[in-house]
């Protein structure tokens, strides 16, 4: 499936901004089962530096300053790419959770190191006992690890209501559960901070995701919104997506923009502006399928 995005932030200021210095990472990985065609990232004002790079974990960075007052400031990224299912791992997909978790502590071959690292606390993610308790009824004694995380999810879809006035990036995982509300964001770190507390290696994946309108009305250009969901490791065969928003495990309707250990990691776009008082943030999304 071949898709274009469209992501557009723009913040205005109350008064100018003198100067500002951003981070975006908002152009899609090149992947297996995701060719990037085109990927162009437009700034206004023109920024004085732009530098683009591959940051730790292999996304897409863009660093740019704007050394000249400044109301607003535009920045719309533009991607066409082309997605096709994952590939399937029936025999592996029989590992059970415990084999799983302990060849990440064992196993010492470098893909297991680098998966290791996913299995920690990070900022925004603290494994601990009230998680490991709400994880505990998918992780049977033997059970499959895929199976276990399908669970899992399931559970976060059915039990969770999704409400984006309850949350904001700020807010703390066992307010998520204890509420039982929250938006993708939260339902990725979720699930991820109940992996961590198994000893499983988890990562955050931020991106994109086709959305259809309801029947008989009309598709609403810019109407979409950045997601998210998570991906547990799999020794011997490697990642595999799972979204508990949905309650899917994602394909070809879903665009991989970045991943991360959680959402800090995968920031579409942050920075500071000095001067320049409150600003309103306007965010437009469109993901549009070339059929």
């Not at 920031?267 to 993901?287: C, F, N, R, T």
Request: hydrophobic share 40%; glycine share 6%.
């Amino acid at each position: 499936m071949k898709y274009r995005v469209i992501h557009s932030t723009e913040f205005v200021y109350k008064a100018r901004a003198g100067l500002s210095y951003n981070e975006a990472r908002l152009l899609p990985r090149e992947l297996p089962q995701q060719k990037v065609l085109s990927a162009t990232l437009q700034i206004t004002p023109l920024p004085n530096d732009h530098d683009q790079r591959l940051d730790y974990f292999g996304n897409h960075t863009d660093y740019f300053s704007i050394q000249q007052p400044h109301e607003k400031m535009l920045v719309t990224a533009t991607s066409v790419v082309e997605v096709s299912p994952p590939p399937r791992f029936e025999i592996l997909e029989r590992l059970a959770w415990e084999s799983a978790r302990d060849r990440l502590h064992t196993d010492r071959t470098a893909v297991i190191i680098e998966a290791s690292q996913f299995a920690l606390d990070s900022p925004s993610i603290v494994a601990d006992d009230l998680l490991r308790d709400y994880a505990r009824p998918s992780f049977s004694a033997g059970r499959p690890l895929v199976e276990a995380v399908h669970d899992l999810m399931q559970r976060i879809y059915r039990e969770f209501k999704y409400d984006p006035g309850f949350s904001t990036i700020a807010t703390p995982l066992k307010e998520v559960l204890a509420h039982r509300a929250g938006v993708c964001q939260d339902f990725a770190h979720l699930a991820i901070g109940c992996l961590r507390s198994h000893g499983l290696a988890a990562r955050y994946v931020s991106g994109y995701i086709e959305t259809q309108p309801p029947p008989g009305k009309k598709r609403l250009v810019g109407a979409d919104a950045s997601h998210a969901w998570f991906s547990v490791y799999l020794p011997g065969a490697g990642w595999l997506d799972f979204d508990p928003t949905n309650n899917q495990m994602p394909r070809e309707q879903h665009i991989t923009v970045a991943w991360g250990r959680d959402f800090t990691d995968v920031s579409p776009l942050k920075g500071i502006a000095y001067g320049g008082g409150e600003h309103e943030l306007k965010v437009s999304v469109d993901v549009l399928a070339l059929r």
